[in-house]
């Protein structure tokens, strides 16, 4: 005798497994595959990869076969600027970086710099800001969340002068200004930026017989430089390197100076006293 409860029994479920794992695997290499065409799209998400500033060492930007073609530049601009000093970095002192990129109509953009000394050889060290990260130890580079704008895009990040030498350094940078459908049709350009070493050369003695206060300023700035017999120069520059002030002082007294009559602003600014050839730069903050 025979007992049917209404139970099938299904022996094709080996076979439904191996074809939904093969669906599923499927699935998995398109999505992989939308996500690096959409990522490649937008500018190379893991950031320029080292070597491509289009420095005289580097000798190259991503403007070639493989990675990034398109059109000349025609109304893109790039510029760097930092708050160094025209009179030069002061070793050891961390200071701002800005790279900045437009493009009327732009959403994408790109960007690498590196800090590079003669030969190529790297200068300082670099501290990644929003939007951007340290790609081959001495190159910084965007992030793809870093990459999007409205026209404009601007990288704020950091650089830290080296404790000891007195080299120039060139920040080189390539920037890409993305049209968004891929690694053709991009605009490749490049601009550098150099600055030198300050000459910091008076005596101990003489350094320690010179104070600025207050630090920060708020509407007074004196010198005091009781231990010093010789003339002053004191030469103030803002954040952008452009000289507010540039006088002769008697040395040996309390040099006052006024913020409004000097015309300054809150920000920040380095004074640069020379004694007989011989300077050092101090960094102000003004309230």
Not at 150 to 173: E, I, L, R
Request: charged share 15%; aromatic share 8%; glycine share 14%.
């Amino acid at each position: 005798m025979e007992i049917n409860f209404g139970i099938k029994l299904n022996h094709n479920l080996p076979s439904m497994k191996k074809k939904f794992t093969l669906v599923l695997s499927m699935l998995l290499m398109v999505g992989l595959v939308y996500d690096y065409n959409f990522r490649m799209a937008h500018t190379n998400s893991s950031g320029g990869p080292a070597g491509n500033t289009g420095s005289p060492n580097d000798g190259q930007t991503c403007a070639r076969s493989g990675c990034h073609s398109g059109p000349a530049v025609a109304n893109e601009t790039g510029v760097i600027s930092s708050d160094i000093p025209a009179g030069g970095y002061l070793a050891g002192v961390t200071y701002n970086i800005s790279v900045t990129l437009t493009k009327q109509g732009g959403t994408k953009f790109g960007f690498q710099l590196s800090p590079q000394g003669a030969g190529g050889s790297a200068i300082g060290t670099l501290i990644a800001g929003t939007g951007s990260q340290i790609v081959g130890g001495n190159y910084i580079t965007h992030t793809f969340a870093g990459t999007s704008g409205s026209g404009s895009k601007t990288w704020d990040f950091q650089w830290t002068a080296p404790a000891s030498g007195a080299a120039d350094v060139t920040f080189y940078a390539a920037y890409n200004f993305a049209n968004g459908s891929g690694s053709s049709g991009d605009v490749i350009d490049t601009g550098s930026l150099t600055y030198s070493a300050s000459t910091v050369g008076i005596s101990e003695a003489q350094l320690e017989g010179i104070t600025v206060y207050p630090n920060p300023v708020i509407n007074e700035i004196h010198v005091a430089s009781k231990d010093v017999d010789e003339e002053i120069m004191i030469t103030l520059f803002d954040a952008q390197g452009r000289r507010v002030l540039g006088n002769k002082y008697a040395g040996g007294t309390d040099i006052t100076m006024d913020v409004k009559s000097i015309g300054l602003i809150t920000g920040v600014y380095f004074m640069q006293l020379e004694i007989d050839g011989k300077s050092t730069i101090k960094k102000l903050m003004v309230k």
